[in-house]
């Protein structure tokens, strides 16, 4: 567990993230954290970060945590993070690495099923069981190892909800779409922070009635830039 590579790739003087070097003090603390970290960059994911040893062991799921049981979610293993990254919400630089807008989706705390001593060992065998005690995310949780292919080998997880009384069908990703610290949408994450409004906005829920752009407004969209807009009415009501 290191942080080599999560600072190799970031330029502090630029990006407001932590660099995490204030972080090994708190590293003590019983409590470990569990955060979820809804990130707009170049594609809309959710980090997923799990506390141990001083660091967060982290996953990008591309589509979110389900509460379904049926429903198994692919989980990237990304390189750890500073403990302090989450608590970090707001805007990373366009330019930088995983340039958007970062949102706390869910935050709390984790136990491991196994005595923590085995967590390392449960991680080397690629089936981690934890309970989360998070604002919207609770009880009984696997992270599976499975075949990944290329560069993606040995990375690839899937995320699973077990049974028990807080699995259910509600897609919770679209239910609750805001911050958990700060009752924020990704588009008022971006205006605050001084990001890229249009395309935060793109990570938050559409309005079900769709805004048909009209076509005298404004220039006649490309065929290109059509299906983009119809995908925000906010733009097309311009
Ligand atoms: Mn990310």
Do not use: C
Not at 26 to 55: M, N, S
Not at 127 to 149: A, M
Not at 153 to 164: A, E, M, N, P, V
Request: charged share 30%; net charge positive; hydrophobic share 35%.
């Amino acid at each position: 567990m290191t942080l080599a590579k999560y600072k190799e790739k970031r330029n502090f003087k630029v990006t407001p993230e932590p660099s995490g070097d204030e972080l090994a003090k708190k590293a003590a603390d019983k409590h470990l954290l569990y955060v979820i970290q809804k990130h707009r960059a170049t594609q809309l994911h959710y980090d997923f970060r799990l506390e141990f040893e001083g660091v967060l062991l982290s996953w990008a799921v591309p589509k979110g945590p389900s509460l379904d049981p049926s429903v198994k979610r692919l989980a990237m293993q990304v390189e750890d993070h500073p403990v302090d990254y989450g608590g970090f919400e707001g805007v990373i630089p366009e330019g930088e690495y995983g340039g958007g807008t970062v949102m706390v989706w869910d935050t709390g705390t984790w136990t491991p099923e196994s005595q923590s001593a085995d967590v390392a060992a449960a991680l080397k065998k690629g089936d981690l069981k934890f309970v989360l005690h998070g604002k919207k995310l609770h009880g009984s949780w696997v992270l599976v190892r499975t075949r990944g292919f290329g560069s993606s080998s040995g990375k690839s997880w899937l995320l699973i909800k077990h049974r028990d009384e807080f699995a259910s069908t509600e897609d919770i990703v679209a239910t609750e779409p805001k911050s958990a610290v700060s009752k924020r949408l990704l588009v008022d994450i971006a205006r605050d922070g001084g990001g890229d409004v249009e395309k935060a906005a793109t990570g938050d829920p559409q309005p079900k009635t769709k805004v048909e752009p009209q076509k005298s407004a404004s220039k006649k969209p490309s065929a290109k830039n059509s299906a983009a807009r119809a995908e925000t009415p906010r733009r097309a009501k311009q």
